[in-house]
């Protein structure tokens, strides 16, 4: 399968990319979790030091490395394949040197057009996964689309509306209309 099959959905923290990435799934569309929610879950569940709280290195090279993988079995779906977060990202938290970088973001390539979600006051919540403020999320939107910038992609704006408007948004854009 081609990376314009690939399509990331990205952006602020709470700002309803995980349920727009769910919505998809519960549509019939490949889609693969936030690697680093899935292992932040995972980790917690067994009482595994490995917490962006404890070891952040560790722990952003066990997302970069889902990533990857999850990368690698999107090969083998029907397309279109949709990712909550991806690669470019990961690498940027890993404050890698720029080679390493260049070599993650320019080996898994994805659709040139990523779509991000803004910060969005009003859906935002804290839980026992997203603890810190909606401030602390509007202050890392800028570089979490930074990274999509600086790795060659384009951004596309999710428009703020329900979760079903979204998922067809979207669809419209990638060629799959809901």
Same mark, same amino acid.
């Given at each position: ?8 959905? &990205? ?10 990435? #769910? ?9 693969? =979790? ?25 722990f952003m090279e066990m997302v970069l490395a +889902?990533?990857?993988?999850? %990368? =690698?079995?999107a090969q083998a779906l029907n397309a279109p ?10 690498t940027r938290f890993l404050r890698a040197g720029?080679?390493? +970088?260049?070599? $993650?973001?320019?080996? %898994?390539? %994805? ?6 979600? $803004? ?11 997203? &603890?810190?403020?909606?401030?602390? #999320?509007?202050?890392? %939107? ?37």
């Amino acid at each position: 399968m081609g990376i314009e099959n690939f399509h990331v959905i &990205t952006g602020a923290s709470g700002a309803g990319k995980s349920a727009l990435v #769910a919505a998809l799934d519960n549509l019939g569309y490949a889609t693969f =979790q936030e690697a680093a929610l899935a292992i932040l879950r995972e980790q917690m569940s067994c009482n595994d030091k490995i917490l962006p709280t404890g070891d952040r290195t560790a722990f952003m090279e066990m997302v970069l490395a +889902r990533s990857i993988r999850d %990368y =690698q079995e999107a090969q083998a779906l029907n397309a279109p394949v949709f990712f909550d977060r991806a690669i470019p990202e990961w690498t940027r938290f890993l404050r890698a040197g720029e080679g390493y +970088r260049h070599v $993650a973001t320019e080996r %898994y390539r %994805y659709s040139n057009t990523v779509f991000v979600a $803004a910060p969005w006051s009003e859906i935002y919540v804290c839980d026992h996964e997203r &603890t810190h403020s909606f401030e602390r #999320a509007e202050k890392s %939107y800028e570089p979490t689309v930074a990274a999509y910038v600086e790795a060659g992609y384009e951004v596309c704006l999710i428009p703020k509306v329900s979760i079903p408007e979204r998922a067809a948004f979207i669809l419209g854009q990638v060629g799959n209309h809901a």
